[in-house]
């Protein structure tokens, strides 16, 4: 557990909402400062609190194997702390580790999704528990933020018509047909590492075509479909792969990768550099011609957007909330393993440059019209205190819709 603290007197004298501000409790696992889309979503909304003169304290749950993780429903005084703030606010990975807790929680529970484990699952009994304690953790949720429009039509397509959740009319979440679940989506935002023009110039023409994958180097990822995709290109395209992230975390999965490229023949144009830090990612960033990312399931995609920044078109995987802001103009959707799609949304951008210039200026576009962190985690406050102040779903969605997000 720790204290993200306040803000000073003259953050709090910015607006009249810092002042006089509630207890909000942020659940996540582990630490908060890992860096990771659904953890970064997190640190922000814990700081932009504190900013705003909120007492936020962040309960860290220990990060432990799926089944482990279980027991921490009996955690002693877990509830208890819970229930010493005005509203909590809990990841929802975390959901296996609360959804027998929270039913005994007083506190109005706002479920932030950004990832479900039920997507990536597969259909064996193991599949079938992870869903089934998914949808029961959900269930006991009051609310919800989601970080996209596909994220939220998943969630209702899980917990199927009616829902349980405390308070509010729960008929009001539906599958995607119907109403929306009691709750906002606020997306991610990608102005963390700063921006770049539209690829113009020598850096838009040179040699050789620089493709960029950045994240945890894990199978999710599909960074085998990338090189795949890749290994498939005409001989008449020269090509570099540049894959960023921390190589640690499945470091198996990294020493087959490397094999594959090896048995691809293409191993001297696949660059692993492991994780970097913000000064070094943005160089990367600037020295590429198109990020690719084509995941097994990416529940929102920060990175696309952080690479959109850049004037970086996005190859981005079809499973999960990219669909939301990438597309033909901006990029690809790729389906998830299909290396083919990968080699036909990659060979005609690096063939005719004059098309990738164009993506690219959609790509910034993208970026441009997409909101900041700022009013991502406004967005989120305002839900906040419309729970806290109303106690009704209803009073915190209008107050949220205040500002509403067109990309």
Not at 92 to 98: F, H, K, N
Not at 195 to 214: H, K
Not at 240 to 249: I, K
Request: proline content about 5%; glycine content about 12%.
């Amino acid at each position: 557990m720790g204290d993200r603290g306040g803000g000073s007197e003259g953050e709090a004298s910015d607006a009249d909402e810092g002042a006089d501000a509630p207890h909000v409790g942020i659940v996540v696992y582990g630490d908060l400062d890992v860096r990771s889309g659904g953890f970064l979503y997190d640190r922000r909304l814990a700081d932009h609190l504190a900013d705003r003169g909120w007492t936020v304290e962040v309960v860290s749950l220990p990060e432990r194997s799926y089944r482990r993780s279980l027991l921490t429903n009996l955690a002693p005084g877990l509830v208890d702390r819970l229930d010493r703030v005005d509203v909590v606010v809990e990841d929802a990975y975390c959901g296996p580790s609360l959804f027998l807790a929270n039913r005994r929680v007083g506190t109005p529970v706002v479920a932030l999704v950004h990832y479900l484990r039920s997507a990536v699952v597969g259909k064996g009994v193991g599949g079938r528990v992870v869903r089934a304690i998914e949808r029961d953790y959900l269930g006991t949720a009051d609310a919800y933020v989601f970080n996209s429009r596909p994220t939220r039509e998943a969630v209702a397509d899980l917990c199927g018509v009616g829902g349980s959740g405390r308070i509010g009319d729960p008929e009001r979440t539906e599958g995607t047909a119907g109403t929306s679940l009691p709750g906002v989506v606020a997306p991610p935002a990608g102005d963390r590492l700063g921006t770049a023009p539209a690829l113009s110039g020598d850096r838009l023409t040179r040699d050789p075509f620089q493709v960029v994958a950045v994240g945890n180097v894990t199978p999710r990822k599909g960074i085998a479909t990338l090189i795949r995709g890749l290994s498939r290109l005409d001989d008449g395209i020269d090509w570099r792969l540049r894959v960023v992230g921390d190589v640690d975390v499945a470091p198996e999965h990294v020493a087959s990768l490397r094999a594959l490229a090896d048995r691809r023949g293409v191993a001297e144009r696949v660059a692993f550099a492991g994780r970097v830090d913000d000064d070094a990612l943005r160089g990367e960033l600037r020295s590429a011609h198109l990020l690719a990312v084509p995941s097994r399931y990416e529940p929102f995609g920060i990175v696309y957007l952080e690479g959109m920044a850049f004037g970086l078109p996005a190859i981005a995987s079809a499973n999960g909330g990219a669909s939301d802001f990438v597309g033909d103009h901006n990029g690809a959707l790729v389906p998830p393993g299909d290396a083919e799609a990968v080699a036909d949304a990659i060979g005609p951008l690096a063939r005719d440059r004059d098309r990738l210039r164009r993506l690219s200026e959609a790509a910034r576009e993208t970026f441009r019209g997409h909101p900041t962190w700022k009013e991502t985690c406004g967005r989120v406050e305002r839900f906040l205190r419309g729970v806290v102040e109303t106690g009704t779903v209803d009073g915190a969605a209008a107050a949220a819709e205040t500002h509403e997000y067109h990309y």
